[in-house]
């Protein structure tokens, strides 16, 4: 079974995140939405939200799954049998961060795999830092998230 571990904090799950899920599909088996859990990083929305907010999203998708983990993300990738790392890349910056850890996941993970999506053009310019303060400021985030999570959020200070 191919699995993938699609990993980070998804403060909040934005559509390029929801778009790199869905054109990993017929890639893998099963893709692990899994989100980060660091103790020392303070979170826009709770992970309860959060756990909420992407299984919403994915509700009618039996293929993906959502999941927490505390540990180095190969761990979790070994504990969830996933030979694969799934990482999005929206510009050659983001490149040359994510090889470095791809390369390091790879000896660390004993041979686990990133397979990069590139990130589709309409969604390149969205982050989660960026539609944060979208939200703080009261403005309409409907371009930038999944309609299912808009319906959800309520605006932040």
Do not use: W
Not at 9 to 21: C, K, M
Not at 49 to 54: A, G, S, V, W
Not at 79 to 89: C, E, F, T
């Amino acid at each position: 079974m191919k699995i993938a571990v699609f990993p980070g904090s998804f403060d909040p799950f934005t559509l390029g995140h929801e778009d790199i899920v869905l054109r990993a599909l017929p890639l893998f088996d099963k893709v692990i939405v899994a989100i980060g859990i660091n103790s020392s990083k303070k979170y826009f929305y709770t992970l309860e939200e959060r756990i909420d907010f992407i299984k919403s999203v994915f509700a009618n998708h039996p293929k993906v799954e959502v999941a927490t983990y505390e540990t180095l993300t190969t761990h979790f990738c070994q504990s969830q049998n996933a030979g694969y790392i799934l990482r999005g890349v929206r510009n050659s910056a983001d490149f040359e961060y994510e090889n470095t850890i791809a390369q390091l996941n790879r000896i660390i993970g004993k041979g686990i795999e990133t397979v990069f999506l590139m990130t589709s053009p309409q969604h390149s310019f969205i982050s989660s830092t960026i539609v944060r303060e979208i939200i703080r400021a009261g403005e309409d985030v409907s371009p930038f998230l999944p309609a299912v999570i808009v319906q959800k959020i309520k605006p932040r200070a």
